[in-house]
């Protein structure tokens, strides 16, 4: 008599184990094939084309994730070697573009734009030996907090190499810190212009037409600079840079937008080392009031914590 083969019932027999892992694998199958099946896929191994407009099985996506993250970190060492080269090769270009006397001026509208827009600027032009002044048109008082807003720039001047000599805050009612609010700029214009011829600056970096925010104060200083440029007011040899603005991608992706900042022509650009990075990030975190949550993720992601381009009027 033919006896039925049995499937022994301990769990370590190597027939039990191989069993099971058929039995695993079968239920994994079927509910991929019922996901798929669900979302009008065709079935695992049913032969069936799929178009190419149509989107991936959610398994096939999560291997494409993986691909793409692996991809990342192969690309990333290379990333960061061609940061490093191109900053000490382009370090040198600037410093003939700027001549070696220059005596630049920082115009900001709020405390924290100059660690928040302006610290690969600053930090350049400390690497390049250049003594800065700084000038910010506001105390930032729209949610009145201005006393305090002012100690933090002074310390966060501090650590980006600026001496408090050298820095001025106008708190006048004439420049509210206000989005709503657009500033004269023909008194933006006086001021600005009495600032320079003061402290003898020939070279003036501040925001352009777009802001990189869009934020009216900041697009005011780029209208009153331009009007001193435009109408001859300026000292003869001052050179005027602004910060380029760029879309919202670009801004929020850190060091991946370098590519992109060297395949677009800018007159000067500054491209921080990690070192200096570190540095950038302690001047903004001396803005304490202003660190909410959603600026400690600027902080993090932001592209001009690490990369500032700019063009000459």
Not at 125 to 138: K, Q, T, Y
Request: charged share 20%; proline share 5%.
């Amino acid at each position: 008599m033919c006896r039925e083969a049995t499937v022994p019932a301990h769990p370590r027999h190597p027939t039990f184990q191989a069993s099971r892992r058929r039995s695993c694998l079968a239920g994994r199958t079927a509910t991929r094939n019922a996901i798929c099946a669900e979302r009008g896929f065709p079935r695992a191994g049913s032969g069936a084309p799929v178009p190419v407009t149509q989107a991936l099985c959610p398994s096939d996506g999560m291997e494409a994730v993986g691909v793409v993250c692996v991809a990342v970190a192969l690309l990333a060492p290379g990333i960061f070697w061609a940061w490093h080269f191109l900053e000490r090769m382009k370090s040198q270009v600037q410093a003939g573009l700027l001549g070696s006397g220059s005596r630049a001026l920082l115009v900001i509208a709020h405390p924290d734009d100059e660690a928040m827009f302006f610290a690969p600027t600053l930090l350049g032009l400390a690497r390049l030996r250049h003594p800065v002044f700084l000038l910010c048109f506001s105390a930032g008082n729209y949610y009145n907090q201005g006393e305090i807003r002012k100690k933090e720039l002074l310390q966060s001047c501090d650590v980006l190499g600026i001496p408090p000599t050298n820095v001025m805050i106008i708190d006048s009612r004439d420049f509210p810190d206000d989005p709503g609010v657009e500033w004269d700029t023909e008194h933006v214009a006086s001021v600005l212009l009495q600032h320079i011829e003061v402290n003898d600056i020939n070279l003036v970096v501040t925001f352009d037409a777009g802001g990189v925010s869009g934020h009216r104060n900041h697009v005011a200083l780029y209208a009153a600079v331009r009007t001193l440029h435009s109408e001859g007011k300026l000292p003869e040899g001052c050179t005027v840079l602004t910060l380029q603005s760029v879309n919202v991608l670009r801004k929020y992706i850190a060091l991946l937008d370098l590519p992109f900042s060297l395949l677009h022509a800018g007159d000067v650009r500054f491209v921080l080392t990690s070192k200096e990075v570190t540095q950038a990030k302690r001047a903004m975190s001396c803005h304490r009031s202003q660190l909410l949550w959603f600026r400690r993720l600027y902080v993090l992601f932001s592209r001009y914590l690490k990369i500032n381009s700019l063009h000459a009027l």
